[in-house]
């Protein structure tokens, strides 16, 4: 174990019997909402023969399968399923900085649940679930497979992963993006789960690269004091990157009114990048409800994939 570690978090009995609670509540309230098979990732009706069926009119008659129809004595036709499966990768933030938590909640449970909230789903429909650990000490790669053991396994590791020291130069965001392009061959979704806290010019442009070849979400994990400051005197603060301490006189009104404005500029330079890549963004609060939140972002995508027009039989958009 190199210098840059801590003893990782043990995996006993009540850690199993968390991450079954998570699975039950994420497959309870979600469940239906993501559930059947999912579009293809390329234009048209796919190349891969699926069950024989009926002819019904309007079918059209260049998927009519001959040899049933001849065994069948009447007129049938094989519907096409798409011809490439999800693959879905999940590049997760284990560094120090996700170690904080105000709220219900440290940031890194917090992306823990909005792993496995992807992951329930995703390998529920036979979808293979990979991730890549951005951690102190460098990335780590589980590769994707499909299966509910393969994920209990994933999320195993990253309650496994040890808790960050302060490093001078901690590993960033944007290698981790670059790092998962060169690594995910296969066209799929890719769940970036961050505070993006990182300077937004040193992930931004590795993430408008992902997007090219993946639908990218971005799930960003916040606690409430990243955004305010409350008033409780001089009060000792330490950058968990860097291990700087320095102390705040929380008191003033002026400094609150300050630090509120900056992050909510920072925040809105990490939505306004996120935005410019392509990629969805899910915010979620380390006080909040995060499976509302969940069950909000992919109400809203099904409104838009709804609205978007039908791609032709021949592939290109309506």
Do not use: C
């Amino acid at each position: 174990m190199s210098g840059n570690e801590t003893t990782a978090r043990p995996v006993g009995p009540a850690t199993e019997r968390a991450l079954r609670r998570l699975e039950l509540t994420v497959t309870r309230r979600l469940d239906g909402l993501l559930q059947g098979d999912h579009l293809g990732l390329l234009p048209g009706p796919g190349s891969e023969p699926a069950e024989g069926r009926a002819y019904v009119p309007g079918d059209d008659v260049r998927a009519m399968d001959w040899n049933l129809t001849a065994r069948a004595n009447a007129p049938h036709v094989r519907d096409r399923v798409a011809d490439r499966e999800l693959e879905t990768w999940l590049l997760v933030d284990a560094t120090a900085s996700m170690d904080f938590g105000t709220g219900l909640m440290e940031k890194r449970d917090l992306a823990l649940a909005a792993v496995a909230a992807v992951g329930f789903l995703a390998q529920r429909s036979g979808n293979r679930v990979g991730a890549q650990i951005m951690h102190a000490s460098g990335a780590r790669r589980i590769p994707a497979r499909p299966g509910r053991a393969h994920l209990l396994a994933l999320l195993r590791a990253l309650v496994e992963t040890p808790r960050s020291e302060p490093a001078p130069r901690p590993p960033g965001l944007g290698p981790g993006a670059v790092l998962l392009s060169r690594t995910a061959s296969r066209r799929g979704l890719a769940v970036v789960v961050s505070d993006f806290l990182e300077p937004v010019e040193s992930w931004a442009r590795p993430l408008r690269l992902l997007a090219r070849r993946h639908q990218v979400l971005a799930a960003e994990v916040l606690d409430p004091r990243e955004l305010t400051l409350p008033d409780v005197g001089l009060l000792a603060v330490v950058d968990p990157e860097t291990g700087r301490r320095r102390e705040v006189p929380t008191a003033s009104r002026r400094l609150r009114e300050r630090y509120a404005a900056a992050a909510l500029a920072q925040r809105e330079a990490i939505a306004r990048a996120v935005r410019d890549a392509g990629a969805a963004h899910l915010r979620l609060r380390t006080d909040g409800d995060w499976m509302r939140e969940v069950v909000r972002h992919v109400r809203a995508q099904r409104r838009l994939a709804a609205a978007r027009p039908a791609p032709r039989p021949g592939g290109g958009a309506a």
